[in-house]
């Protein structure tokens, strides 16, 4: 969802100003990173970036034999007959899963309508390109998916000239890591900054179900 806005944002602003947008992929645009990425008039990417994922998925866990193992009982109460969907503390409901199903389809329907209306002809026809399947940067370019192989800096420069002004921007450092990095001296600390920072990047990762 948050991709889908902000990539709203985006078209209306450029419409707005008339200028293009250029996206460009460096480790990855998969799922809601390639929706972002669609909201461009072009897309170009490294041979080796990531791109695609073109789906939806919901994952959790399945608690309840747990906590019945442990003598652990689960109260719950609710006006409503599907308020406690998919309590990962009780056995998993065949409509639940049922209607998660529904709601999973249904987005899945939008992205792909989305990528579709950006993406328009430049798409390959025998390519399957909605199942959730990633592709290198170098395969997506065959499926359509980007325009092309490139590198920010050199293809503004050949597309605006030599004298163009790049201004990055980038997510700060989180206080977690600055924390881990900064506190403390020794081996113990370089341990303790390297695990916060190992847990930061795999939640990163997990974000894009890779």
């Not at 460096?26 to 809601?32: I, L, N, Q, Y």
């Not at 249904?106 to 950006?118: G, L, N, Q, S």
């Not at 390959?124 to 065959?142: C, H, K, M, Y």
């Not at 020794?186 to 190992?198: M, N, Q, V, W």
Request: charged share 25%; proline share 4%; aromatic share 10%.
């Amino acid at each position: 969802m948050q991709s889908s806005l902000i990539a709203a944002r985006i078209r209306r602003l450029a419409e707005e100003t008339g200028l293009p947008v250029h996206a460009f992929v460096e480790d990855v645009a998969a799922s809601g990173g390639y929706w972002l990425a669609c909201a461009a008039d072009d897309i170009w990417a490294d041979a080796t970036s990531i791109v695609g994922s073109i789906g939806v998925i919901s994952s959790g866990f399945g608690l309840d034999e747990f906590i019945t193992r442990h003598g652990v009982a689960r109260r719950v109460h609710t006006a409503g007959g599907s308020k406690s969907f998919l309590d990962p503390f009780r056995p998993e409901k065949p409509e639940d899963v049922a209607r998660l199903s529904v709601l999973l389809e249904d987005m899945h329907r939008v992205f792909k309508a989305w990528v579709e209306e950006r993406r328009g002809d430049r798409l390959n026809p025998e390519s399957d390109l909605f199942t959730g399947e990633v592709w290198t940067g170098a395969l997506a370019l065959r499926t359509g998916l980007i325009d092309g192989l490139a590198h920010a800096e050199p293809k503004l420069q050949e597309l605006y000239g030599e004298k163009v002004r790049l201004i990055p921007y980038g997510p700060r450092r989180s206080w977690l890591r600055r924390f881990g990095a900064e506190a403390g001296a020794g081996f113990g600390a370089d341990l303790a900054a390297a695990g916060l920072a190992a847990a930061e990047e795999r939640a990163l990762w997990a974000r894009y179900g890779l």
